[in-house]
């Protein structure tokens, strides 16, 4: 089992910025990808950014040059640090880890944060 905590939401005026974290805990024996989505009402979830174990970051192009994604596998942790926040990025952000871990045999799969609110407003 694994479980992910997500922290670093709130309310931000344009132009500020955030820093959202996850952390995975659990019995886990790897993570691979790391990422955030997010999704405003109305709207489909969508991928903000990846960080693969082994790779190149993406972003959404909405996001680029502006999020940030990074990870700390010591702490099995990923950060999404935002700046230049626009009204539009106002979501719910969501981190999901694609990990194997270990429950009586080892599975894989793909786990879900509890969502963190960003709101950008003035």
């Known amino acids: 089992q694994v479980q992910l905590v997500e922290s670093g939401g709130g309310l931000v005026q344009p132009g500020g910025s955030l820093r959202l974290s996850c952390a995975a805990s659990?019995?886990?024996?790897?993570?691979?990808?790391m990422g955030w989505y997010r999704q405003a009402p109305g709207k489909q979830r969508e991928l903000v950014a990846v960080?693969?174990?082994?790779?190149?970051?993406n972003y959404a192009d909405s996001v680029k040059g502006r999020f940030t994604i990074s990870r700390d596998n010591a702490k099995n942790t990923v950060y999404l640090q935002m700046n230049s926040l626009k009204p539009e990025d106002t979501a719910v952000y969501y981190c999901n880890v694609e990990a194997s871990y270990y429950s009586g045999a080892y599975y894989s799969g793909h786990f879900w944060g509890q969502g963190t609110q960003v709101t950008v407003s003035s």
């Open positions: 960080i693969p174990s082994g790779g190149s970051t």
């Open positions: 659990g019995s886990i024996f790897s993570i691979n990808a």
